[in-house]
């Protein structure tokens, strides 16, 4: 059963989905990397999912997050022209 993610759990997933790692997003966050994963465990668990991969395509296709606040690195938008 997919539960909606609170704004936090939402908010650490986007970050990741856009390819930083706990410690980054724990300094934006001014946090610790292992609340960041506390935060990813409860997220999956609320998913359903097993990784974060698999979170960030179960957000995608619920409407927790949107493809357009996924961002492509320029160096693989460059490549895919």
């Known amino acids: 059963m ?3 993610l609170t704004a936090r759990q939402r908010q650490v997933l986007l970050l990741a989905a ?8 724990a300094a934006w966050l001014n946090t610790r ?4 994963a506390a ?5 999956y668990r609320r998913l359903g999912a097993a990784d974060r991969a ?4 179960i957000a ?3 409407g ?3 493809v357009h606040q ?11 022209a």
């Open 2 to 4: 997919i539960r909606e």
């Open 18 to 25: 856009n390819g930083n790692t706990n410690a980054q997003i």
């Open 33 to 36: 990397p292992d609340t960041i």
């Open 39 to 43: 935060i990813l465990t409860a997220a």
């Open 54 to 57: 698999q979170a960030v395509a």
């Open 60 to 62: 995608l296709a619920v």
């Open 64 to 66: 927790e997050l949107g």
């Open 70 to 80: 996924i961002h492509i690195p320029d160096q693989q938008r460059e490549a895919a």
